[in-house]
């Protein structure tokens, strides 16, 4: 069963940037539609974007459209981190979900990662 793992979170300033890495042990994940999530201190996890196995699609919350920017190659998805906020500041996870489809989606996700925290000072 694929397994993710994410990496690349730390601390950054207000302003900053980070970029997180999603990838599976060595494996391609070329077929798997990936999706980014973060989940504040105390919150729900919430969706932030996810791009589909081809990489033509992608699909931002609102919440961060125009400030992260997913991406990926064969083997590792990555989400760029510009102008980072306090409020970007969580445990951000990635997860995979094996599609051919043209769009992705935040459901039926089947591998999840530990997550990689990011704090960000106010």
């Known amino acids: 069963q694929l397994q993710v793992v994410e990496s690349g979170g730390g601390l950054a300033h207000p302003g900053g940037s980070l970029r997180l890495s999603c990838a599976a042990s060595?494996?391609?994940?070329?077929?798997?539609?990936i999706s980014w999530f973060h989940r504040a201190p105390g919150k729900e996890r919430e969706a932030l974007a996810c791009?589909?196995?081809?990489?033509?699609y992608t699909n931002y919350d609102r919440s961060v459209l125009g400030r992260f920017t997913i991406s990926r190659d064969d083997y590792t998805v990555y989400l760029q981190m510009n102008g980072l906020k306090p409020e970007d500041t969580g445990v951000y996870y990635c997860?995979?979900?094996?599609?051919?489809?043209?769009?992705?989606?935040?459901?039926?996700?089947?591998?999840w990662g530990k997550g990689t925290r990011v704090t960000v000072p106010s």
């Open positions: 060595g494996l391609p994940l070329k077929y798997y539609a």
């Open positions: 997860a995979a979900k094996w599609s051919l489809e043209r769009q992705c989606e935040y459901y039926d996700l089947t591998a």
């Open positions: 791009i589909s196995s081809s990489g033509a």
